[in-house]
């Protein structure tokens, strides 16, 4: 019987639930299908076998390698420690690659590979097929790479054996390159029987210079520019470990340097800084967690693991505190994980649809940071961190954190990885009693990420400043403090406006970062002018917590405020001082920083200080009370000095008798007076120019007849014969009591 109807107008015809699966539907007007044999102008259509998901199996795509990537593998490749070991396991004609990425791995696949081939004809397969079912071609291919196959686990014994018949009748070698995971080795040599070749990567300094060879050929050129860059700037350019990706830009970078070849080592790093903070950044783009820690690397670079990555689980957890629900990273939710009391959701960082003020907030112009403060509500306050002891299980969990069995990897792996995927590494001291330092492969990469920050996501210094200011202890506060006064130089000081919200809603370590950020950044233009503007306002301002962080930038840092502003500064706060409950301890703070001030200057600064106290000592309030408070511990800090001072002149010897007088006329500070005096005395004995000096205070001190020294000698007189100064003090007493006229000073001891 014949039919008229077309293949397309009998599948229309038929009931419209088997129209829309043509894929199953076997058309054959005119003969039978039988055990898949089509006979006559009959047509067949079969879907491929289902997988467990519902999805058909893809299909395998396949091509050449890279001509770049073989050409670097055969003449720019430098042999890793186990290449001798692979080749002998790739006689076999399949070899597993274990290794990180990053680390060179392929190049080594495509070495192996291309082993005793003049010419070879290697092809790249997706790493989604499915190898148990895949087959070389019968010719024209002399090896096959597979890299980050997707379920190696899948195969089986016999599926190797069989790959291997067929790809030795084929005559190819395969190498199936993986990520390396705790237990992955052992689960391939148990379950497949293969060898598996676990790659570390080779040293980068040979890198370098079979890159650098092949780059800039004239020998002697390459060693004029490698003399002009310095042994210093190229062995931070290359330290061990280093990615081979990373030592072959080093070479890229010195062999494309000024066409006159001048290498100015500083310019050099910073190139390869700006464009390793522009990797890293786009890298971290949409993940929190990544970003989060290379923030954290970039502050606490140089500090010990366990802090870096506690203070990256800070800042995921300031990041979902400043959203109302779990945000996103693509399409998938992400917790945070414990990062203190409650648990936080962590946001997308780099999401476009988040309120202002947040890590992947809508960008803002950054001149909308102003005296205004934030046009949101106050930041909020950062939960605290978790267990100090275990601050990596704060970040979140990823795939690759867990061996194959599902069981958690080991600390040092997870961290490892983390690390490396922000452009870091931990370095474990020789003698291995302690967790290692972290800081990033290059030199200058933290100062490069700031850079891009202020200049390309300003919208993100907010959470930044909430998260820097939580700060757990006075040396993540030094840390944090100096990035801070970072981005408000590279802001010309616009971001240091974040400060003042702060300090009024944040912790109360906010008061030690903002100090210490403020003395930074009020020496380093184009931050400098607005930095002086806010202390000069912080120092008379009604709130405590502003006046704290001023006296915390008056401490004598290293990029300090010079002592005279930092006296006049300290001298507003004490003036502003009332007598609120928090005034006590913004003054003893105040003299805590005076006796630092006075402990860690020079000579110029300490005469500074000395003059300032004696001023203030003459004013009958609160400054003076406070000067009077602080002397002692000068004086028992160095008397010795002071000893000086009194040999130096009147001019120099009069406030040092005076703050002696007004400190030993205060009820209170008698004591502390009395004792710093016996202990001088006690020093200088046996020292004739030191006992001279003495008998010129005491002789001064008996000349201006006030209550506290005639307290000061009937003290003494009254105690045990061995009491230091107890003569002096007998003879100055005595001359007290014959009156003015008597002159004593001067005699011995």
């Known amino acids: 019987m014949g039919s008229e109807t077309g293949v397309e107008d009998g599948i229309g015809a038929l009931l419209p639930e088997l129209a829309r699966t043509r894929a199953t539907v076997i058309v054959a007007p005119q003969g039978t299908v039988n055990t898949g044999e089509v006979h006559g102008g009959q047509r067949t259509v079969l879907s491929g076998p289902a997988v467990p998901d519902g999805r058909d199996v893809a299909l395998v795509r396949q091509g050449p390698v890279r001509a770049k990537d073989l050409r670097a593998a055969r003449e720019c490749f430098a042999r890793p420690a186990g290449y001798a070991e692979g080749l002998d396991a790739l006689d076999s004609g399949v070899l597993f690659v274990l290794g990180a990425p990053g680390t060179g791995r392929q190049t080594l696949a495509l070495s192996l590979l291309a082993h005793g081939c003049a010419d070879p004809a290697l092809v790249q397969v997706d790493g989604r097929v499915e190898l148990a079912h895949w087959r070389p071609r019968a010719r024209g291919a002399d090896g096959y790479l597979v890299m980050d196959l997707s379920d190696p686990l899948a195969l089986r014994s016999w599926d190797v054996a069989d790959l291997e018949a067929h790809l030795a009748r084929a005559g190819a070698r395969l190498v199936v390159v993986l990520e390396e995971a705790p237990g992955l080795a052992r689960a391939l040599e148990d379950r497949l029987g293969v060898r598996v070749l676990r790659h570390r990567p080779p040293d980068p300094r040979e890198v370098f210079s079979a890159h650098f060879a092949d780059l800039c050929p004239d020998p002697r050129e390459r060693a004029r520019r490698r003399r002009r860059l310095g042994p210093d700037a190229l062995a931070a350019l290359l330290p061990p470990g280093l990615p081979p990706g990373r030592a072959v830009q080093v070479a890229e970078a010195l062999a494309r340097s000024a066409p006159d070849g ?31 820690l290379l923030f954290a690397v970039c502050v606490h670079e140089g500090l010990d ?21 779990v945000g996103t990273i693509g399409a998938e939710r992400v917790p945070l994980g414990a990062t203190g009391a409650q648990q936080h959701p962590a946001g997308a960082i780099g999401a476009r649809q988040h309120p202002v003020g947040t890590i992947g907030a809508p960008p803002v112009p950054l001149g909308a940071i102003g005296s205004q403060g934030d046009p949101g509500a106050s930041p909020p306050t950062p939960p605290q961190e978790g267990s100090a002891g275990r601050p990596v299980l704060a970040l979140p969990r990823f795939a690759g954190d867990f061996a194959p069995d599902g069981a958690p990897a080991p600390l040092g792996a997870v961290a490892a990885g983390r690390l490396a995927d922000v452009g870091a590494r931990c370095t474990v001291p020789e003698d291995g009693d302690r967790i290692g330092t972290v800081s990033f492969l290059w030199p200058a990469v933290s100062e490069a990420v700031w850079d891009e920050v202020c200049r390309e996501r300003a919208e993100w210094l907010p959470a930044l400043h909430v998260w820097l200011g939580a700060a757990g202890n006075e040396e993540q506060a030094e840390r944090a403090g100096r990035a801070v006064a970072a981005l408000a130089v590279r802001t010309a000081g616009r971001s240091l406006e974040l400060l003042g919200n702060l300090l009024r809603a944040g912790p109360r370590t906010a008061a030690e970062v903002a100090g210490r950020a403020l003395a930074a950044a009020a020496g380093r233009p184009p931050a400098a002018g607005r930095a002086r503007t806010l202390l000069d306002e912080w120092s008379g301002a009604p709130d405590h917590t502003v006046r704290s962080a001023v006296v ?43 006796v630092l001030r006075f402990a860690a200057g020079a000579g110029g600064t300490r005469e500074a200080i000395v003059r300032e106290l004696a001023a203030w000592a003459h004013a009958e309030d609160l400054a003076g009370a406070l000067a009077t408070l602080v002397f002692p511990a000068l004086v028992t800090e160095d008397w010795g000095w002071f000893g000086d001072r009194l040999a130096a002149g009147r001019e120099a010897a009069d406030p040092v ?5 007004a400190a030993l006329d205060e ?10 005096l016996l202990m001088w ?21 008996v000349a201006g007849r006030r209550p506290g020294c005639l307290r000061l000698l ?29 002159a004593a000073a001067g005699r011995p001891a």
Not at 277 to 286: M, P
Not at 305 to 325: K, M, N, P, Y
Not at 565 to 584: I, T, Y
Not at 715 to 727: D, F, I, L, W
Request: charge should be positive; aromatic fraction near 2%.
């Open 667 to 676: 009820a209170a500070v008698f004591p502390a007076m009395r004792d710093a």
């Open 714 to 742: 009937m003290s003494v007189e009254r105690a045990a014969r061995t009491t230091p100064g107890k003569a002096r003090a007998e003879r100055s007493l005595a001359e007290w009591r014959g009156g003015p006229g008597t």
């Open 552 to 594: 915390v930038a008056c401490r004598p840092e290293a990029e300090g405020l010079p002592a005279e502003a930092a006296l006049r500064l300290l001298r507003r706060v004490v003036d502003a001082l009332g007598d609120d409950e928090d005034a006590a301890a913004t003054a003893l703070q105040v003299s805590g920083t005076l």
């Open 681 to 701: 005395c006690a020093g200088a004995a046996g020292a004739a120019e030191r006992e001279r000096q003495l008998d010129a205070l005491f002789a001064r001190l």
């Open 305 to 325: 693991r366990d802090t870096v990555l506690g203070r990256a689980a800070a800042l995921l957890g300031v990041i979902g505190a400043q959203r109302d629900s």
């Open 262 to 292: 001048r290498v100015r080592p500083a310019e050099l790093t910073a190139r390869l800084a700006r464009t390793e903070a522009t990797r890293l950044l786009a890298g971290a783009e949409g993940d929190p967690g990544r970003t989060a």
């Open 657 to 661: 008798v005076a703050l002696v007088c």
